[in-house]
């Protein structure tokens, strides 16, 4: 078992001290009239991995994905519940994360490399190759700031596939690109799970999720509605979005 999640919710807070200072903060806590509300973004889910699998999560805007990625990625923790990670983990969860942008392309290479816990000797070895895969070699003293979109996430996905994760978790939000790139990631993404490594991947692209997944889970609402192979899911999937359009057109 490569990754066991268990029982988790993810519970945030939210309230009118958003908007207060400090002091007014203090006052109103000890005055007992600060709001303060509770909403689940991630609501008692569960579901294991094993090495070589591909798990897609689907979902509509709000369900919760995101979230749980950051608590698999080890950003969070959960509010309940226990999450078991055997293995290095590679996450790519916001563009931009991970780098600092007045340093160079190439200095952020290395910085990346030693936030996933790599030396600077294993880098060193990998440096180059980083920069082909990512097709950004004539820009490797380019301030990090001055890249584009597109160019930070090739970047994001060649440092964290070329240092050989055991875990890969990618949000969709870094999916951009031109298609050939995207076929390129692809197929870099099946030979990391022929390795024997597990990948995650955030999409609402559902014939991506046929294509790539063996394992697929489906939350709304922070709500686990299913999880199982892609067929069975993604096609109860479907049929969600399809009610839900023909509702909207009725209203």
């Known amino acids: 078992m490569i990754i066991k999640v268990k029982n988790v919710s993810i519970k945030y807070k939210s309230g009118n001290f958003r908007d207060i200072g400090l002091k007014e903060y203090v006052v109103r806590k000890i005055k007992g009239t600060l709001t303060m509300t509770e909403f ?3 609501d008692n889910v569960s579901f294991s991995l094993e090495k070589g699998d591909f798990l897609g999560i689907i979902g509509t805007n709000g369900a919760g994905k995101s979230t749980l990625l950051k608590v698999l990625s ?6 309940s519940g226990t999450v078991v990670v055997n293995g290095k983990v590679a996450a790519l969860l916001e563009l931009g994360t991970g780098f600092d942008g007045d340093l160079s392309l190439k200095e952020n290479i290395y910085l990346r490399g030693a936030i996933l816990g790599y030396t600077r000797e294993f880098i060193n070895s990998k440096y180059q190759e980083i920069l082909d895969y990512a097709e950004l070699s004539e820009y490797k003293d380019r301030l990090f700031k001055q890249l584009s979109s597109g160019m930070r996430s090739r970047l994001a996905f060649a440092i964290s596939c070329l240092v050989e994760p055991e875990i890969l978790i ?6 951009v690109g031109d ?6 990631s692809e197929a870099t993404m099946n030979e990391i799970i022929k390795k024997g490594s597990a990948t995650i991947l955030v999409s609402h692209s559902i014939p991506q999720v046929r294509r790539m997944c063996n394992k697929v889970l489906w939350l709304d609402k922070g709500k686990q509605i299913a999880f199982g192979d892609p067929k069975t899911v993604c096609d109860k999937y479907e049929k969600y979005l399809q009610t839900v359009a023909n509702l909207q057109k009725r209203g």
């Open 170 to 175: 990618i949000d969709e939000v870094l999916a």
């Open 40 to 42: 689940l973004a991630v």
């Open 74 to 79: 080890g950003v969070m923790r959960p509010s």
């Open 179 to 184: 298609g050939a790139f995207r076929v390129k």
